[in-house]
């Protein structure tokens, strides 16, 4: 396996976690930007707070939206950082996971550019287990069992990464990495 290569950007949309916090849990969502549309620059001007609301009708509801996470791994396995894993990406949202609310404060979030209902590629999964590897190592409270998808920490809110993740061979594969 490649050492994972990222590419790093400064997204404007981020904040300090709150003192003392230990980073615990791993959150993986969805993003595809127009839904369905990949290869767009869209993913990266919304983290960016670049977006044009104008350039597609459906960014309209997307206008003022801040939103960030710390890691984009698009459909060529390529990976791109928006926000320090030390800093509190804005991805999760109202959320919750095992009685501790705002998973922000404690988690890492990871989008795949895909969409729920579409297979993720394979070098999507070849970055996303080489990413979560080196996480884990450097953040030993993430386990195996600390590892969510959106829907798990905000249920009847979100529902991704949907049923096109193959949540069973990443896990696998992140065991195998002895997490």
Request: aromatic share 10%; glycine share 6%; with cysteine.
């Amino acid at each position: 396996m490649s050492a994972v290569q990222m590419v790093q950007y400064q997204s404007p949309h981020y904040n300090d976690r709150p003192q003392g916090t230990v980073v615990s849990l791993l959150v993986i969502h969805c993003i595809s930007l127009p839904a369905g549309e990949f290869a767009t620059p869209y993913i990266h001007d919304l983290f960016m707070g670049q977006l044009d609301c104008d350039a597609d009708p459906s960014f309209r509801s997307l206008q003022g939206v801040r939103v960030s996470a710390h890691l984009v791994i698009f459909r060529d396995g390529s990976v791109h950082q928006y926000v320090p894993f030390n800093k509190r990406a804005w991805h999760a949202g109202q959320s919750e996971f095992q009685g501790h609310e705002n998973c922000n404060d404690y988690s890492i979030g990871i989008e795949l550019e895909g969409t729920e209902q579409e297979p993720y590629t394979e070098a999507q999964y070849q970055s996303l287990i080489q990413v979560t590897a080196l996480l884990c190592r450097f953040y030993p409270a993430i386990t195996a069992e600390r590892i969510v998808g959106h829907q798990q920490i905000a249920p009847g809110r979100k529902t991704d990464p949907g049923p096109s993740f193959d949540w069973e061979r990443y896990l696998h594969a992140v065991k195998e990495n002895n997490v």
